[in-house]
């Protein structure tokens, strides 16, 4: 019969005790949402005025502006290719060796030729002078004379023709070594050993890695803005995000047929560049400058078609609309048309979390110690002061 009044008094407890727990929960979450967020200068950009730079893109590859393709002058055999791709040269390095074998059996016989031709020269040389001084004397008719002058004639055409001939087989010859034209690197090797080489086939490429120039493409419907001399902001494929600075050189006077693009040459300002040829490039000519309020793009929250930043104002967080310009494509900011003014303080990174009027504290301890403490904005979930 005790039973019944001790279970009761238990239900009783126990349903006290959970009516008071969420109370106590409550209040401990609006004690930990009352506390100020805090924040540290790395959290913090100061909107100011910055100079943006406006032009068209310009997209391209870098390349060397010595570059040879050095071909076949006569049909042999490859018998030996000396360098290969990725090999220092100096002007006048053997490259490639072609078989030699027939054109210096040309060249041996027209030496010969010569001799032949040269010797018969002489002879009749001697016969006309011969018959000239004979003529002189009236011992010799004039049918004679012209007959000796006409094979003295004959013999001296010969050996011009002769000559001629072993100077042509001395240049084929000379043509079976393909040798480095400047000093260089060989970049790309086209036969082996045993290929039959053709006139005109590629052997190999040579080029100069410290002539190279950003070769690069304008819509030509941005062209008009393009002149010699203005600057050039680009970044190149492999090097991340190390950016190079170069001059407009020459603007080409016609635009592709198919693309309607138009090229443009762009020399290296500065003396890094890159070594390697066909890295892909791309960057902004400089046509213009103007001045404009900047923010970074990361603080920027987009919501649809709007954008909004969160902005620092009496120590509470404020949601602050914002209408915004074109991107910077050096600095990756975009420009402010309206929203902020000049001076005010933003957050660098916002959060999903921040919540308008969240009240804000700054950390003067290093950025290291705040991380370590406490979340920053851009860290998810509640930050709470724990100092005690």
């Not at 360098?83 to 053997?94: T, W």
């Not at 480095?180 to 080489?197: E, H, L, M, N, Q």
């Not at 190999?204 to 304008?218: A, N, Q, W």
């Not at 791309?282 to 923010?295: D, K, M, P, R």
């Amino acid at each position: 019969m005790l039973r019944k009044p001790l279970f009761a008094f238990l239900f009783v407890s126990v349903v006290a005790g959970c009516g008071k727990a969420p109370e106590k929960t409550d209040k401990a979450v609006a004690a930990v949402a009352e506390r100020p967020l805090l924040l540290s200068p790395e959290d913090l950009h100061t909107v100011s005025n910055s100079a943006l730079t406006s032009g068209p893109t310009i997209t391209g590859s870098v390349q060397p502006e010595r570059r040879a393709d050095l071909r076949a002058e006569v049909s042999a055999v490859v018998l030996q290719v000396v360098r290969e791709n990725g090999d220092s040269v100096k002007r006048g390095d053997l490259l490639v060796r072609l078989d030699d074998t027939s054109i210096r059996d040309s060249l041996t016989s027209a030496e010969a030729s010569t001799r032949a031709a040269d010797q018969a020269f002489v002879q009749a040389e001697r016969q006309f002078q011969r018959m000239t001084t004979l003529r002189g004397s009236g011992m010799a008719s004039a049918q004679a004379l012209d007959d000796a002058e006409t094979r003295r004639n004959n013999a001296q055409s010969e050996l011009v023709a002769t000559k001629a001939r072993a100077v042509q087989a001395r240049q084929q010859l000379q043509r079976t070594e393909a040798r480095a034209p400047f000093d260089g690197i060989v970049s790309d090797r086209k036969v082996s050993a045993g290929d039959t080489a053709q006139i005109g086939k590629e052997l190999l490429k040579v080029i100069d890695p410290t002539s190279m120039r950003f070769e690069g493409l304008v819509s030509a419907d941005k062209i008009g803005d393009v002149k010699a001399g203005q600057q050039v902001n680009f970044k190149v494929n492999g090097y991340g995000e190390q950016e190079f600075l170069g001059k407009v050189r020459r603007v080409n006077p016609s635009a592709n047929a198919t693309t309607r693009q138009v090229e443009v040459l762009v020399d290296f300002v500065d003396k890094s560049q890159p070594k390697l040829a066909g890295l892909y490039a791309e960057g902004q000519i400089e046509a213009g400058s103007t001045t404009s309020l900047t923010v970074p793009a990361t603080a920027l929250v987009r919501d649809g078609d709007s954008a909004s930043i969160w902005r620092v104002k009496d120590k509470k967080m404020q949601k602050t609309l914002v209408v915004v310009g074109e991107r910077n494509a050096r600095s990756g900011d975009f420009a402010l048309v309206s929203g902020l003014a000049d001076g005010d303080t933003v957050i660098r990174y916002p959060a999903t979390n921040l919540k308008d009027g969240q009240n804000v504290q700054l950390s003067s301890a290093p950025a290291k110690a705040a991380v370590n403490e406490v979340p920053p904005a851009t860290k998810t979930g509640p930050a709470a002061d724990t100092r005690k």
